[in-house]
């Protein structure tokens, strides 16, 4: 396998990237390899929820995004909401 070195005088440095809007997200909040693994059960419509969340998201941020990302934004989230509100989305979950 060979190496790319890439130089002043390359072709790809004097590509441009387009500047878009973007959020950026540091790396030390991404997913790590060394965190301690849960395991859960999700439906079809929460697989389809998470998944909807995560290409909404992905769009605002330049790093890939998992799962487990999405999953915490929704824990800090949950901190904020109104305790009602939480306690009457779970009773919806539960209606489907």
Not at 35 to 49: C, I
Not at 55 to 72: C, G, I, P, Y
């Amino acid at each position: 396998m060979s190496k790319f070195i890439q130089n002043s005088n390359s072709k790809l440095s004097t590509v441009e990237i387009p500047k878009t809007k973007t959020m950026n997200i540091p790396e030390n909040i991404m997913s790590k390899k060394n965190s301690r693994t849960s395991s859960f059960s999700l439906r079809k419509k929460d697989l389809e929820r998470l998944s909807d969340l995560i290409f909404k998201t992905q769009a605002l941020t330049e790093r890939k995004l998992t799962s487990t990302d999405v999953l915490r934004g929704l824990f800090i989230a949950g901190e904020t909401l109104n305790t009602e509100d939480l306690l009457s989305c779970i009773q919806k979950s539960f209606m489907e």
